[in-house]
């Protein structure tokens, strides 16, 4: 199973973007075989900084900061698309 976390800040319009696609992609995936969590930065500061997060919206799968910007749902599909295999 492939654990999604995205990093958020409250009022953040890319962050509400970012998980809505991840929604949508989780669904298309396999809801079974993709968790995801959304981190609020403001209330996990040092997780966020541990993984080197530095503006939000960012993504980080199976612990490891994947991007750190929003990125197109073409590149979240396939870095996940690697990691189901």
Known sequence: MVKVEVFSS?????????KNM?????EE???????WRDVNILEEM???????VMSSPAI???GKLAF?????????????GKRLV
């Open 68 to 80: 750190s910007s929003l990125p197109s749902p073409d590149k979240l599909r396939t870095e996940l």
């Open 60 to 62: 980080a799968i199976d």
């Open 29 to 35: 995936m396999g809801q079974g075989r993709i968790t």
């Open 46 to 52: 040092d997780y966020a900084v541990e993984l080197g």
């Open 10 to 18: 409250p009022g953040c319009g890319k962050c509400a973007q970012a």
């Open 22 to 26: 991840l929604k949508t992609i989780v």
